[in-house]
């Protein structure tokens, strides 16, 4: 089955500092792999995504990620940090046995990121 | 332009009594999508809609969890006889199409049953 694992429930960071976000994924053939971040009383915003190409992936606000296929990893990185990155974190993957070419996805169990000042 | 907007923010019921959630997609989307998200742990996907059709109910955990899209908007969660174990965060994302990749998200209805 497919899964996502995030080894953190939290990651703490000073303000400045590079950030890295751990994900994992185990799935049968080519991984289309997703992170969303979620803020306080708002919904998942997404982030950035995997499908192919490029293993360094660029996203929104500055994020980016960096697929390795041997290491089964999809971890998110920020060269500097802000106290405004801090909220909760989930990688996903899209479920492709049961899907039918829609994007039903699997999430993590999120990491929440702490920028302290 | 409005994003996903969900309705109640918040909703508190009984054991036992019905439940309706509302989901209000971005204008064009035809895809819908519902998950559960409990404390503590990522959301779980619940059910798919392709316009007005469900075409992957498969996550919903039991019949007494149903959802409708009839006119191929907006979109209605229900939960019959509700139990305390059905207490959680239901999301609603929404995307223009099948294959889009990015899902737009609500900000949930946090359903507490007591």
């Known amino acids: 089955a497919q899964s996502v694992a995030q080894p953190e429930d939290q990651v703490n960071v000073a303000e400045g500092n590079p950030l890295t976000v751990k994900c994992t994924y185990s799935v049968s053939g080519n991984p289309y792999l997703f992170w969303y971040v979620q803020y306080p009383n708002r919904g998942l915003q997404f982030l950035l995504k995997y499908i192919t190409g490029d293993n360094l992936v660029k996203g929104s606000y500055g994020f980016e990620a960096e697929f390795n296929k041997s290491q089964t990893s999809f971890h998110l990185k920020k060269p500097s940090a802000l106290v405004s990155d801090s909220a909760l974190y989930f990688c996903?993957?899209?479920?492709?046995?049961?899907?039918?070419?829609?994007?039903?996805?699997?999430f993590g169990a999120g990491t929440r990121l702490a920028v302290h000042p | 332009g409005a994003g996903v907007s969900q309705t109640p923010s918040n909703k508190v019921t009984e054991k036992g009594k019905y439940v309706e959630l509302r989901c209000d997609p971005i204008s064009g989307h035809t895809a819908l999508y519902w998950y559960r998200q409990s404390l503590g742990q990522g959301p779980e996907f619940l059910i798919y809609f392709q316009g007005t059709g469900a075409a992957d109910d498969s996550g919903l955990p039991n019949d007494r969890f149903f959802a409708v899209r009839p006119e191929g908007s907006v979109s209605t969660l229900k939960i019959q006889r509700t139990e305390r174990g059905d207490s959680a965060v239901y999301l609603c994302?929404?995307?223009?199409?099948?294959?889009?990749?990015?899902?737009?998200f609500g900000p949930g209805t946090r359903l507490t049953v007591t």
């Open positions: 996903a993957v899209r479920d492709v046995i049961d899907s039918g070419g829609y994007n039903k996805l699997i």
């Open positions: 994302a929404s995307s223009f199409q099948l294959t889009s990749y990015e899902q737009y």
